[in-house]
């Protein structure tokens, strides 16, 4: 039997701190939003098809001056949040030794029947506020991409594409993704 240790707390506001004292090798994916802990399952294999795929068409267009990165990795916009994008992308020259603090240049959730309302409302609210330039939402079950770019610290849906649309994405550079292919066995 696996047992978990749980961190006492006096507060139920975390900060990025709180973190580095969480089990990294429990399946489990930890993130803050607003000092609020959200523990998440590890994702199913559809889940894991989808980031995968779409992680290897990401890097195939990817520039030299971006990378191309996956969960579980931390962006940490301020003291209080800590999200783990499905994927993301991130200058080279934004890249440390710790988590990613600079706004990234994308952020691509994969939806989940426990991530849906998280990830439409929370994160995108989370990820504008933090200036990530573009955001991806992918929905496996429909199949379907919904996309954003970020204007004036709001975003706006600039593509949106279902089953063998394919959707072509010019932030933060050119890429084209047809949904269905994303989830085909």
Not at 85 to 94: G, H, Q
Not at 128 to 143: L, Q, R, T
Request: contains cysteine.
């Amino acid at each position: 039997m696996t047992t978990m240790a749980v961190m006492p707390r006096a507060t139920d506001d975390w900060t990025v701190d709180d973190l580095t004292q969480l089990p990294e090798d429990d399946g489990l994916r930890y993130e803050l939003i607003d000092g609020t802990l959200i523990v998440s399952p590890a994702p199913n294999f559809t889940h894991q098809r989808v980031a995968r795929r779409l992680t290897l068409l990401l890097e195939e267009a990817c520039p030299p001056h971006l990378e191309v990165f996956f969960a579980p990795l931390d962006w940490q916009p301020d003291r209080r949040n800590s999200l783990e994008p499905d994927l993301l992308v991130v200058a080279k020259d934004d890249l440390g030794d710790g988590p990613i603090t600079a706004p990234l240049r994308l952020a691509v959730e994969v939806l989940s029947p426990s991530s849906r309302l998280r990830d439409t409302k929370l994160k995108y609210a989370k990820y504008a506020e933090g200036g990530v330039a573009s955001y991806w939402i992918v929905d496996p079950a429909e199949p379907s991409l919904v996309a954003y770019d970020l204007h004036d610290g709001q975003y706006v849906e600039v593509a949106r594409g279902a089953s063998h649309d394919a959707v072509t994405l010019n932030r933060p550079y050119p890429v084209t993704v047809t949904p269905s292919s994303l989830v085909s066995h």
